[in-house]
């Protein structure tokens, strides 16, 4: 058995089927499961289960892909200090943010990486869901959850606060809710989830209540939302981030000031796959973000400061 063997089966697994690996590798499919074939007969011990789909490791071939883990990892180092020895940072990261916090808020960071970084490519997606980030082939992702995955590695950037708002123009028209079951007959404007309800938490002391809102304006894309809330379309539920100027500056009002709000999680969370070894890259990135994150939040209960 050598590294390539080893390799070429952590790139099966990470990958998720023959197609896809053998597509990351330049490779055939047939060479791709000749090769896997000869792998298994060395070690005489089936590696992977195969379906319609995926492909599965065995006992002994998690065991295996493991250590091919941290072979890789290993040679990647010493191949990234021999790389970068005496040159500027080099490298490319994926990196996929929420819509929302991506724009409002971390767009200015990824901005001043890239001036201090000029040779780090950046790849950002500004989207709210990534089921897997090998299969997606991304390096860090930001989320709003209350548990991250316990596979993957988690580092809190900060505690999320929503608020209830809507336009002046529209509380004079209708009034802003009083309590958070008055979110049930109101058009909301939130976001959603397609073919879930939307469920809101909402705490008061020791009082907590559970509303299912039904919005008349629905979407993943914050800056949207905001918008439909300017408009005076219904009232926004949302993260504070997505209103913070326009709350300050009067251009929303804030409405169940006394509850604290929740609906898809209670932080945000910086999340990665577990390795010995980053490159280089992608580790100045998860420490420029986490610092810049814990600077900004300073573990206040919104991820912005109060005016």
Known sequence: MDTK????LVEILDAGNLSEAARRLKMTRANVSYHLGQL???????LVRRTTRRVEPT?????LYRHGCSIRDELAAAHESVETLGKTPQGRVRLSVPSGYGQFVMAPWLLEFKRNYPGIVLDVLFENSVEDLLREEVDIAVRITSEPPGH?????LGRVRYVVCASPAYAARRGLPQRPEALCGAPVISAAVIG???RLSAYQGSQRQQVTLDPTIA???YPFLRDAALAGLGVAVV???VVYED???GRLLTALNDWRLSIFGRSMYLLYMPSRHHPRAISMLIEFIVDKAHAAHEGRPGLLPPR
């Open 152 to 156: 993957l590695v988690a580092r809190e």
């Open 59 to 63: 006992e002994i071939g998690l065991k």
């Open 247 to 249: 709350v300050a500056q």
């Open 40 to 46: 298994e007969r060395a070690v005489g011990m089936q």
């Open 239 to 241: 993260p504070d981030y």
């Open 196 to 198: 879930r309800p939307l």
């Open 219 to 221: 979407s993943r894309n």
């Open 5 to 8: 063997a080893l390799t070429l």
